[in-house]
């Protein structure tokens, strides 16, 4: 039993020493944003899909790119656009030939859906029909088309980006389908240093070279032992009070009484424990703490939490329920 518990530690730190190395990786090429990228790593290891949402040139699609490129996995980046069709991400039939016989036949080509990495670049800019073409893949981890069921690849994520600020000509994410994504992260502006830094580097002649560093069996694996990362009977107490107290039905908050629409649903929770052990394994630790639930509340809680429109006149948003949750819990 000793013997297997030193063997899963040495695999655990083997691991966790590559994540390391994967931010440095990443830092080759992305200047600051160590919290958005720590929060798209607790996304691969807690298998789930992110939400990134940032005004222009903040580097969102450069980072999920490098990121992808530090990993062995396939990549597949998607313009979404006013006129974009679900047979343009999910694929479509096409009719073959057979040489042989002369037969003609329906054969699927496979759209960019079947990839491992998916940047949904700009989601929020398609229309409905074409965001829902999104939603089994998300949840279910496969495609159905013409009555026939296509499994995805695993480890499987979809990254995808929104400017908040361009109203015209988009479209905003249904809650449901905001809800298939286990964190909505959002990007601030640089700091005066890291911004010297950006404008110093990319606007010479160096290039940075990304290497690879982590495979889909690893990732596969840290996904595995993320699940068995502990966690008290307390903390998941902790959790269910959080999330329970989002909702003006179940909450004891008059804050949350007054300025909340809808609170968060069951897999709010879920998100939340599964963040939480990402986030211990993460820093090489084999057990969760409080402070891991309470950074990880405000990506998982975000977009899951709605204000209703006195909140908003009162530019009241999720995070500013979410502290006065913690603070009083």
Known sequence: MEKHLVEIAQEVQTLTQKLTDLKAEIGKVIV????????????????????????????????????????????????????????????????????????????????????NIILADEINRTPPKT?????????????????????????????????????????????????????????????????SHILRNTTGSKKESVQKILNGDEIIRLQELVREVPISDELIDYVSTIVRATRPETTTHDYVKEWVGWGAGPRAGQAMILTAKARALQQGRLSVTLEDVKHMAYPVLRHRILVN?????????????TTEILKKQ
């Open 131 to 195: 965001q829902a073409a999104l939603l089994e893949a998300m949840q279910e981890f496969e495609v159905t088309y013409s009555g026939k069921t296509y499994k995805l690849d695993r480890p499987f994520f979809i990254l995808a980006t929104q400017n908040p600020i361009e109203q015209s000509g988009t479209f905003p994410l249904p809650e449901a389908q905001q809800d298939r994504f286990l964190l909505y992260i959002k990007i601030g502006y640089p700091t005066a240093s890291e911004e």
């Open 32 to 115: 600051g944003q160590e919290e958005t990228i720590e929060h798209l790593l607790i996304t691969f290891l807690a298998g789930g899909h992110a939400l990134l949402e940032g005004v222009p040139g903040l580097a969102k699609t450069l980072m999920i790119r490098t990121l992808a490129q530090s990993i062995d996995l396939n990549f597949k980046r998607i313009q979404f656009t006013p006129d974009l069709m679900p047979s343009d991400i999910i694929g479509t039939e096409i009719l073959e030939e057979d040489h042989t016989t002369g037969k003609k036949f329906f054969e699927f080509n496979k759209g960019p859906i079947f990839a």
């Open 309 to 321: 429109f006195k909140a908003e006149a009162n530019a009241i948003s999720p995070d500013d329920v």
